[in-house]
């Protein structure tokens, strides 16, 4: 790297002297790459080099590196101090070509820095890569200093097969064996071998450590068994970007109305929160079958409901989970808008949806969805991994899952979790289901995501991808009706109101049943207005299959009516009545009659409607004045709540930097002048001094009548050095003369003092 460009100074005797080197590029880049050293903003250069050596700032930094950085790091701190290219690639088994720019871009990082000599490892870079590359401590840093034979391998060629099975071990890392008490006297002997040929050293009365040189010699001077230093290019199927995204389109139309549908049922029949929280497991696979998906899309609709806020705990004493009212804006909203919701959402949120109905290690009970263990915090960062991973691949590019893998492997060796394979397969398998990506490759939409555009933006990348929502049904005699795309708001809530899905795709088909007619009837629409409905939805008359239905089961709707006895049954129908005192299944009822159309029943009014429905009954319920109540179906809410946003890192941007650069530089330059202020003044240095020390040292003086050197604290802070003579100490005060002026001192100002 030219240094022309960097100001004239004195050469670099530290890691500080080597950061007030660099240029003012050279520190934007720092500070952009390693964005927790500008907060809280450092006061000067040589604070700024002290924060960038902490353990806790070398431990982010090297975590963030990827394969390349990290091996070459790893061989640059097992190498003799300074640190040389050719030694490195020697290492390495590669040229120094490809080693050198990776050394200039990690001491870009401030993790190696120039000295007179050459390049050196930050210190503690050695903290946090405690066996670099396996390998344990040089010989020279050991307790003993064994001296390792000349020539190890022809050594270790004659060693016994128990000690060369221990050296196998070590080998390539970790180079600590321990050996307790108890161990086989086959492994004891050759370990005694190894410490008796100085191949291996003791660092404890259990433990052997393999020294750096004999490990490099039976490694054959290499640092890795497989150096990767360049990045693997992730291979897949080809996809056309109008396939991906209409591919895409469509899972977002899907999407929206599975959202749509877990909020009309638990609209209707909230499911409880379990007392540890979360869903029930019985409830999420209620859910699925009501969605008619498997349980584990059905906890990422679920999941993804609760991330974007549309459903939630209503708070209740006995709580439950509804939609909220943010549900009904959202609804209200074109698809495009609302897929900008739940996206955003669901790329910010830290759940993991796919840990649902797994035992995690220690415990003993599954995930639930909804639940406190469905938090994951990591999930966040390895999905946005895996996205930008999708995003540096050619357009419309679909890597394999594998593929995924090994290339989140490459860029952050340090951060991928043990279930890695698991965790890639889940956020592959939840973009599809959400757009982000359209037959496994990144969409539009889901580039737009990534790049981080506001609400609006999101929106118009994914509305030329959504299906235009249609206006019309197409009945079928076989008691059925097809939407040939989504349906438009309010057709959507009366088509899922009188009927059921039975299949999705481009067109969703709807089936009408006994059970889908009555449920509307029961939220108040009567037979004319089902009809009608029906009528004005279609492009086609109402077959007549389906007009007898609705006629059949308005007939028999409402004949049996409940009212509160605690509950009585009368119908005009005498008949009907019989059936339902002789039903076996309606005992718990404890039915009886009254009146040759009355019967009565110490249940509720509620449950005793329940048994009914559930045995094929047809009753409805009724008010005290022979009314027919009509349910608010689907309408249960939570009380309106107030959502925390997610938590996020605000990153330093150009301006703050730049700004931030100047600061450095101007406070540098004050601390720098007030070093040399120090140096120039008369006397000695004045150490820091307690106060048992202060008071021998001014007493002597006083004694001896000797001045003394002391640095003062007065009523603003300042500290003042003064050539003091004492006279006497007494009452935590010492008085003296200086410059020629009667002093009086309170021994605790006084920060230090030495003879003068």
Excluded at 470 to 496: K, N, Y
Aim: glycine letters at 8%; proline letters at 8%; hydrophobic letters at 40%.
């Amino acid at each position: 790297m030219p240094t022309s460009t960097r100001p004239t100074q004195v050469a670099a005797r530290s890691m500080a002297d080597d950061v007030r080197a660099r240029t003012d590029a050279e520190l934007h880049d720092l500070l952009h790459r390693r964005q927790d050293l500008a907060r809280p903003a450092p006061a000067d250069l040589s604070a700024l080099a002290a924060r960038a050596s902490t353990r806790a700032s070398v431990q982010r930094a090297v975590d963030a590196l990827d394969l390349a950085h990290l091996q070459v790091l790893e061989a640059a701190s097992a190498t003799p101090q300074p640190v040389t290219a050719e030694a490195v690639a020697a290492l390495l088994g590669a040229t120094t070509r490809l080693v050198s720019p990776t050394l200039e871009d990690l001491w870009s990082l401030a993790l190696l820095w120039r000295s007179p000599e050459g390049l050196r490892v930050v210190r503690t870079v050695g903290e946090v890569l405690v066996h670099p590359a396996g390998l344990g401590p040089s010989t020279t840093d050991l307790a003993g200093r064994p001296t390792p034979p000349d020539d190890v391998v022809a050594l270790v060629d004659q060693a016994p097969p128990a000690a060369r099975a221990i050296l196998d071990r070590l080998t390539w890392g970790p180079p600590v064996a321990v050996l307790p008490a108890g161990t086989p006297e086959r492994v004891a002997t050759g370990a005694r071998w190894l410490l008796e040929h100085h191949l291996v050293a003791s660092v404890g009365t259990e433990q052997l450590v393999l020294p750096r040189e004999v490990a490099l010699a039976l490694r054959g001077g290499r640092s890795h068994a497989e150096p990767a230093l360049t990045a693997p290019s992730p291979v897949g199927d080809q996809r056309e970007m109008a396939a991906v995204d209409a591919a895409a389109g469509q899972q977002v139309t899907d999407l929206l109305s599975l959202v749509d549908e877990l909020a009309a049922e638990w609209g209707l029949r909230p499911p409880r929160v379990l007392r540890s929280g979360g869903l029930a497991v019985r409830d999420l696979k209620r859910l699925g079958t009501v969605l008619d998906v498997d349980q584990l899309r059905a906890a990422f609709v679920a999941e993804l409901a609760y991330t974007a806020g549309l459903v939630a705990d209503d708070g209740s004493l006995e709580p439950s989970w509804a939609p909220t009212p943010a549900y009904d804006e959202w609804q209200q909203q074109p698809g495009d808008h609302r897929w900008a919701v739940v996206a955003r959402a669901w790329l910010l949120t830290t759940r993991a949806p796919h840990v649902v109905g797994t035992t995690p290690p220690g415990a003993t009970s599954t995930v639930n969805a909804l639940g406190p263990d469905a938090h994951w915090p990591p999930a966040r960062g390895l999905r946005r991994d895996v996205l930008d991973l999708l995003a540096t691949v050619p357009t419309g590019l679909a890597p394999r899952s594998e593929e995924v893998v090994a290339s989140l492997r490459w860029h952050r060796p340090r951060r991928v979790p043990g279930t890695v394979d698991t965790v890639v397969a889940a956020v592959l398998r939840e973009a599809e289901w959400l757009g982000v990506t359209g037959r496994g490759a990144l969409s539009s939409a889901g580039r737009a995501l990534l790049e981080g555009r506001d609400e609006s933006s999101l929106a118009a990348a994914m509305h030329p991808h959504l299906p235009t929502p249609v206006e019309h049904v197409l009945l079928q005699a076989d008691l059925t009706a097809i939407a040939p795309g989504p349906l438009a708001g309010g057709l959507a809530t009366f088509m899922r109101l009188v009927a059921d899905v039975e299949s999705r795709g481009g067109a969703t088909v709807y089936r009408f049943t006994p059970d889908s007619v009555r449920r509307c009837l029961d939220a108040g629409w009567s037979v004319d207005q089902v009809l009608g409905g029906l009528g004005d939805a279609s492009h086609t008359p109402v077959p007549q299959p389906l007009d007898y239905l609705v006629r059949d089961v308005a007939r028999r709707h409402g004949q049996a009516r409940v009212g509160a006895m605690r509950a009585y049954i009368r119908c005009d129908d005498e008949t009907t009545l019989g059936a339902m005192l002789a039903e076996r299944e309606l005992s718990p009822l404890q039915l009886r009659s009254v009146a040759p159309t009355v019967l009565v029943s110490p249940v509720a009014a509620e449950t005793v409607l329940d048994f009914l429905r559930e045995n094929g009954f047809a009753p409805a319920a009724e008010t005290p004045d022979g009314g027919i109540v009509v349910p608010q179906a689907g309408r249960h809410r939570t009380p309106l709540q107030r959502r925390s946003a997610p938590v996020t890192a605000t990153g330093v941007d150009d301006e703050l930097v730049t700004t931030l650069v100047g600061a450095l530089r101007a406070g540098e330059e004050a601390a720098q002048y007030h070093r040399d202020q120090l140096a120039s003044r008369p006397g000695p240095s004045l150490p820091s001094t307690d106060p048992t020390t202060t008071l021998a040292v001014l007493r002597d003086a006083a004694a001896e009548r000797q001045p003394v050197w002391i640095g003062y604290s007065d009523a603003d802070g300042r500290v003042q050095r003064l050539l003091f003579q004492p006279e006497r100490v007494e009452g935590g005060r010492v008085h003296g003369t200086a410059e020629g002026t009667a002093r009086t001192l309170s021994i605790h100002r006084v920060t230090g003092a030495v003879p003068g």
